[in-house]
């Protein structure tokens, strides 16, 4: 069995280099579970362990040099361009100097297909480039866990293509990742497993092909129903 990668909600584990998709209706603590995740949210009870370190107040730091995230509304800062956007963390967190963050940033804008595009301010860019961006960003901490809140869902639907295409890269390069989307075709072509959450708890957690011929919950069956 691989080792452990963090457990959440009762003992859940995803493991190292396991793409754990998370599926849910609106308000079922999908975008919050993620945020506990990297402590962006507080955890009212329980606990999160990333690779061995609980995640608090005090360990946050610490948390930030191993998880990176990948918002649904990019969060991109509108005062620095493209690469300066990539750079930063590295900088302040990790204590890269600038050349050695942008040396790798530039090699992770030629990976997401932006190289004409680093010294473009987020104003000057369409909603796919700057999720490309914010994956850029994600990856350039060197994370050993991603985590992606709805990362097409405010992109237009030329858009998602090329999104999900460097998202499927990642995959099948072994970065463990936790996925919140509602693209049920990348979770059949990409996940490991499928986790349902409804009202802040897991109805079920599966692997792919189980999870969507062999639903145990009327609530799943219906959520599917709604989407496919």
């Given at each position: 069995m691989r080792q452990g990668f963090q457990s959440f909600l009762k003992g859940t584990s995803v493991y190292k280099e396991e793409v754990l998709i998370i599926c849910g209706i609106s308000g079922s603590g999908?975008?919050?579970?993620?945020?506990?995740?990297?402590?962006?949210?507080?955890?009212?009870?329980g606990t999160i362990t990333v690779d061995g370190v609980e995640v608090k107040k005090n360990t946050k730091r610490e948390i930030c040099k191993k998880v990176s995230m990948v918002f649904q509304m990019f969060n991109l800062f509108p005062h620095l361009?493209?690469?300066?956007?990539?750079?930063?963390?590295?900088?302040?967190?990790?204590?890269?100097?600038?050349?050695?963050?942008?040396?790798?940033?530039?090699k992770l804008f030629d990976m997401v297909g932006l190289s004409n595009k680093m010294n473009s301010y987020p104003r000057d860019l369409s909603g796919g480039q700057k999720q490309r961006v914010a994956?850029?960003?994600?990856?350039?901490?060197?994370?050993?866990?991603?985590?992606?809140?709805?990362?097409?869902?405010a992109l237009d639907p030329e858009m998602i293509k090329g999104v999900l295409d460097i998202m499927k890269d990642l995959a099948r390069k072994g970065m463990t990742m936790i996925v919140v989307t509602h693209e049920m075709g990348f979770a059949k072509e990409v996940s490991d497993r499928v986790a349902f959450l409804h009202n802040g708890q897991f109805?079920?957690?599966?692997?792919?092909?189980?999870?969507?011929?062999?639903?145990?919950?009327e609530e799943i069956k219906q959520f599917l129903?709604?989407?496919?």
């Open positions: 999908k975008s919050t579970l993620l945020r506990c995740i990297n402590h962006l949210e507080p955890i009212n009870s361009n493209a690469v300066e956007n990539v750079i930063l963390a590295p900088q302040k967190v990790l204590e890269w100097p600038k050349e050695k963050a942008y040396t790798k940033a530039k994956i850029a960003r994600a990856l350039c901490m060197e994370p050993e866990l991603i985590l992606f809140d709805e990362p097409t869902s109805l079920e957690i599966a692997p792919p092909k189980e999870f969507f011929e062999k639903q145990k919950h129903g709604s989407i496919l």
